[in-house]
């Protein structure tokens, strides 16, 4: 019982840390790697950011399935076979702040959604 109720408790966690990921497609975040790993998807990144104070983002090779872990983040370049994300740190772990970072990629588009979860659901799905 013990065990179980654990394994619903990390589970759970690890649910609701990787619904506040910020996923950046075809994005490579340069600079400040401190850590890599191999991982099967993106989340795993993203989990293990969470967990470590010193992360600020992370960037997934989807060719290598390896995960690269920043400290801090020098510059990024636009890359097809990359993701990246960057740590959430405001309003409560449910968004992103940085200071004189600029992610380079494609030109921004405008969407309308109907509600904040529809906006988390096409930022990260």
């Given amino acids: ?22 996923y950046l497609p075809n994005i490579n975040l340069k600079g400040g790697t401190y850590d890599e790993f191999d991982a099967s998807d993106i989340t795993q990144c993203c989990i293990q950011c969470a967990s470590q104070p010193c992360c600020a983002g992370y960037t997934y090779s989807k060719a290598l399935k390896r995960c690269y872990m920043k400290s801090s983040i020098n510059y990024s370049e636009q890359e097809d076979m990359m993701i990246s994300g960057i740590r959430a740190n405001a309003n409560g772990g449910v968004g992103a702040k940085m200071k004189n970072v600029k992610i380079e990629g494609s030109g921004g588009s405008r969407i309308t959604l109907e509600n904040s979860d529809e906006c988390q659901q096409y930022c990260t799905g």
């Fill in 1 to 22: 019982m013990i065990v179980l109720l654990l394994l619903v408790t990390i589970l759970t966690r690890s649910w609701a840390i990787s619904s506040t990921c910020f």
